[in-house]
């Protein structure tokens, strides 16, 4: 039996069709089942349900033997938990955002940044964003949220927020800024070193599938 780890939302809907690439089919819709283990259409072959952050938990403990999470979950993951135990074979191209750094509008973020300052940043990604503005020389006082991070600036809680960004619109729509791109993001097929090991050959054919239906598109 092979157990695939994935989240809700975009990365499932987005992961489906490399999935069928590899002659796998998921039997339920996630968005409408309570169930957290869903059936495929290879007996060999379950999907677990998952929260994001979670992804890379489950496999790299041997909960799943691969799953799919971005790659801001998964430079989290490591530097929390450390990247022991975790094969990543391939950038699967989906799911793609940046992690941006924003303001409101009327903040003066240039001279906020500037050497020796101290900035109050919010976000969920706090080894993302510390890195980034410790390569900067900008201090920070790091607050962890884990959801609407846009009211941070709009309350007085932080000068900063550090997210996902994809259009923008919800930052447009509170008023925000998007001011500095830390990075760019999609989302990555992540592999238990073990279960390469022990399961190589159905492993190898999952990876092997998803790559051919990458370089096609």
């Known amino acids: 039996m092979l ?3 994935l989240s809700k939302g975009r990365i499932f809907d987005e992961t489906l069709p490399l999935l069928k690439a590899a002659g796998i ?5 996630p968005e409408r089942s309570r169930k957290l283990i869903l ?6 072959v379950r999907v677990v349900i998952v929260r994001a952050s979670d992804v890379p938990t489950y496999v790299q403990y041997g909960g799943a033997d691969l799953g799919v999470t971005g790659l801001d979950t998964l430079i989290e993951h490591n530097a929390d938990w450390g990247g ?4 990543q074979p391939l950038d699967l191209r ?7 750094v924003a303001v409101r509008s009327d903040f003066d973020y240039a ?7 101290r900035l109050k940043v919010a976000t969920k990604y706090v080894n993302i964003a510390r890195e980034f503005f410790a390569a900067k020389g900008v201090h920070v006082d790091m607050i962890k949220l884990y959801g609407s991070m846009e009211l941070a600036p709009l309350t007085g809680l932080a000068d900063a927020i550090v ?3 994809s ?6 729509a509170n008023h925000l800024v998007e001011v500095e791109r830390i990075m760019d993001i999609s989302s990555r097929l992540v592999v238990n070193q073990a279960a390469l090991k022990l399961k190589q050959a159905p492993i190898r054919n999952v990876i092997d599938a998803f790559a051919g239906a990458i370089a096609r598109d």
């Open 3 to 5: 157990t695939l780890a």
């Open 25 to 29: 089919e998921v039997l339920e819709d």
């Open 39 to 44: 059936a495929t259409s290879r007996p060999d």
């Open 84 to 87: 022991g135990g975790l094969y």
């Open 94 to 100: 989906i799911a793609k955002c940046r992690v941006s």
């Open 111 to 117: 001279s906020a940044v500037r050497q020796g300052s």
């Open 163 to 165: 997210d996902l960004v």
């Open 167 to 172: 259009t923008g619109s919800t930052l447009k």
